[in-house]
């Protein structure tokens, strides 16, 4: 996809986010869909399909099945490595060099967003790439897989490894909810992108934003609980519309207001 690429943009949305001087892109698992990255409401494919994410993707899972949540991560981790970054990425990391103050903060654990080149990034839930202890949190880059019925163990306690990411009913890293939480209540722009807007306490930073006044731009092809909400609600694939957005505000060639 293209920086040209034909979705309309009403030049208020350009207008406003040309001026903005605090823009927050919220990101969930619909912006690497196109990456081919499965969000969790997809069908699963392969060996995988009679599994439900929601139900894998969760700390009793892990207690009662633990190899089954290892080897699922195992996989989805593969699955992540093999990807790109898709034409949303890259547009999000462009406007993170036009924007003087740009925060984008991701719920999805696959660091795409990183290796597009956004460099003030926040990812809410963790990184798929890295593993750690489940019972002291150590991170853990090598390890042993010799047992097929148990997940690999901790070099230094022994207790199972685990991926370093926040399943569902865990707390968030308090740092990473606070930076993302003083960036949107500060935020001239807050662009909601690829997130059914469902999982909390992520899905709060977009009702925080416009309480604090923040214009919200919505982009997913599906309506969300945070459709009604929205001052824009772009409808479509984010590879479409965010390059779209994208130059529509900084027509092609124009100097950055970073640039100097
Ligand atoms: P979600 O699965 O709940 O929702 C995905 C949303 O993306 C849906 O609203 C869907 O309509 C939309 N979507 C689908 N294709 C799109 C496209 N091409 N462009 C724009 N939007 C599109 O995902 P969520 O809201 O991120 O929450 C689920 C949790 O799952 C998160 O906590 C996240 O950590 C995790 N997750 C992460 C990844 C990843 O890292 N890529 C993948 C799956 C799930």
Partial sequence: ??????????????????????????????????????TFRDAQSGLWAKFDPLELATPGAFERQPRLVWDWYGWRRELVARSRPNAAHVALAKIERRVPDFLL??????????????????????????VRCSREGTPVSAWQDSDPQWPPRCPGCGAFLRPDVVWFEEALPAGALARADHAVANADVLLVIGTSAEVYPAAALPLRARD????????NPASTPLTAIADHALH???????????????????????DS
């Fill in 1 to 38: 996809m293209s920086d040209t690429a034909p979705f309309p943009v009403a030049p208020a949305l350009a207008d406003a986010l040309r001026s903005a001087d605090r823009v927050v892109a919220l990101t969930g698992a619909g912006v690497s869909a196109e990456s081919g990255v499965p």
């Fill in 105 to 130: 903060v991701t719920q999805n654990v696959d660091g795409l967003h990183a290796a597009a080149g956004s460099r003030n990034l926040v990812e809410l839930h963790g990184n798929i790439a890295r």
């Fill in 212 to 219: 604090a006044g923040a214009l919200i731009v919505e982009i």
């Fill in 236 to 258: 479509g694939r984010a590879g479409d519309i965010v390059p779209a957005l994208v130059a529509a505000t900084w027509p092609a060639d124009g100097p950055s207001r970073t």
